[in-house]
């Protein structure tokens, strides 16, 4: 595990191709890349779009144009634009289709003999997201990507971003260790990928035949994907492709030197480009600003357990770190990068941060009054969950619906709408349920060697960060993450 030439000076003159580019995490990367080492050859980034012009357009608009890229803006001045196409190049394409999608034959001949590092970013991260789209994208997309790396000829590098959570509901200490080929986690025999991709075109030849409407379709692929997950061990269709995913790519990838990140929960920037920069809500930050609009009385947690929780920016300098560190060795090597080790977080501390924060920084709502919050009920279960929802909501609601039969069904439209956002919230906690109370705590052995030995370089120390025993967690949520979810997520 060497730095010969630094991490910075690595990154010179290197080709790196990106997909996913248009997610959270790829935009950090690329960010980072352009501000540390502006003389990197080419960043190629792969954008799903209709046509080139609309690709464009996105990387535009949600990549270069966010707040994210204004430190860059103030560092370059009106040279940025003329760095950003000199070095970026737009990619037409989607990870679900074979040589990416790309049917650019001249431009495909210059990724493969120009491309260094691949950064495979792209995923579906919806928790019961339809099971075929989260089979293309999570588990044969990363396949795919593996494929063209395969063609790239001067290939240093392939680093495939994935989730802590692969690892489902176990508990105890987590090693980073690898998936065998069809390993379940539950023991059951038979997980076979390329059967799950048959199964999954079975079923729809099966719906198209019954004549099945389109949200039929959707909703008999979303159950399919989270019966499959549980009948081997995962909780949810997300975490169990991508556990298929890096099955395909980890026992497929021959010699290519193959790195795997498995950041836990992802939350704000802890600093750079600033702090408080964050794209998206996690389940934490949607009971956040539920509780913060008074729409929300209650939160889920034991106090025996964590939450593991990290900072945007320590993932992307881990995956740069790693990266450069096992550049041209032949071998695979998986990093967790959270916080349970070092520097956990325990759940009603976080609840006390969010009941302080609205306390002193009460939202405003429509009609311009302050939100008074009151201290909210910490339900320890699901199960206390669903007592409370019941005792508070179900019945209450049961009875109205009964008074108003009674009354010439003049709420009706009401009662529908109640039950509606009563079963939406009963679903959600079923889908958060594994990490809200998670019981697991991620070893992160191999990631602490690398910390070790970017602490021992001096003068990129600093640069990159991604220890999170520095972060303090109340000025963090207090003055970091707490603003930062409510400045890019609050809708009315």
């Not at 990619?91 to 990416?100: K, R, S």
């Not at 007592?387 to 009401?414: E, G, W």
Request: aromatic letters at 10%.
């Amino acid at each position: 595990m060497e730095f010969d030439d630094g991490i910075v000076d690595s990154l010179e003159n290197k080709s790196i191709f990106v997909t996913g580019s248009t997610g959270f995490l790829a935009k950090l990367f690329v960010e980072k890349v352009l501000r540390v080492q502006p003389n990197v050859k080419k960043l190629y980034l792969l954008i799903r779009a209709s046509d080139t012009k609309s690709a464009t357009e996105r990387l535009h608009d949600e990549v270069i144009g966010k707040e994210l890229f204004q430190v860059l803006r103030e560092k370059y001045g009106g040279d940025l634009d003329s760095i950003i196409t000199k070095k970026v190049i737009t990619v037409l394409g989607d990870v679900i289709y074979g040589n990416m999608g790309v049917h650019n034959s001249e431009l495909l001949e210059k990724m493969w003999k120009d491309i260094d590092i691949i950064v495979n970013v792209a995923a579906n991260t919806k928790f019961d997201e339809r099971y075929d789209v989260a089979l293309d994208v999570n588990s044969f997309g990363s396949k795919n990507v593996l494929d063209f790396a395969k063609k790239c000829v001067k290939l240093e590098m392939f680093l495939h971003v994935s989730t802590a959570y692969v690892c489902g509901e176990k508990s105890g200490l987590i090693q980073e260790k690898p998936f065998q080929m069809g390993e379940a986690l539950n023991g059951t025999l038979g997980l076979d990928i390329q059967q799950e991709q048959r199964l999954v075109q079975d079923t729809l030849n099966e719906l198209q035949a019954l004549k099945a409407t389109k949200e039929e379709k959707r909703l008999a692929m979303k159950e399919l994907g989270m019966k499959r997950a549980r009948l081997y061990g995962w909780p949810n269709t997300y975490v169990f492709t991508k556990a298929m995913g890096e099955m395909l790519v980890g026992n497929l990838r021959g010699n290519l030197p193959l790195v795997i990140i498995r950041p836990t929960v992802v939350t704000s920037t802890y600093k750079e480009p600033f702090p408080g920069w964050i794209e998206g809500a996690r389940h934490i930050d949607i009971l956040t600003i539920g509780y913060g609009k008074g729409k929300l009385t209650c939160f889920l947690g034991d106090p025996t357990l964590i939450l593991d929780l990290i900072p945007g920016d320590m993932v992307v300098n881990a995956m740069i770190v790693a990266m450069v560190t096992h550049l041209n060795q032949s071998s695979e090597h998986i990093y967790h990068v959270g916080s349970s080790m070092k520097n956990p977080v325990n759940p009603y501390v976080f609840v006390d941060y969010v009941y302080d924060y609205f306390l002193k920084n009460p939202l405003i709502s429509k009609d311009g009054k302050p939100i008074k919050v009151k201290k909210p009920t910490i339900l320890t279960s699901v199960a206390s969950f669903q007592s409370y929802m019941t005792l508070h909501y179900i019945l209450p609601l049961k009875v109205f619906a009964l008074l108003n039969a009674l009354c010439c069904d003049y709420s009706r439209q009401t009662c529908i709408d109640m039950n509606r956002k009563i079963k939406f919230v009963m679903s959600l906690v079923e889908l958060y349920a594994p990490y809200i109370f998670f019981k697991g705590i991620f070893d992160d052995l191999n990631t602490e060697k690398l910390r070790v030995r970017m602490k021992s370089i001096k003068s990129e120390a600093d640069t990159f960060y991604f220890d999170p025993k520095c972060i303090d967690w109340d000025d963090y949520f207090i003055n970091i993450h707490l603003p930062g979810v409510l400045k890019y997520n609050l809708k009315w």
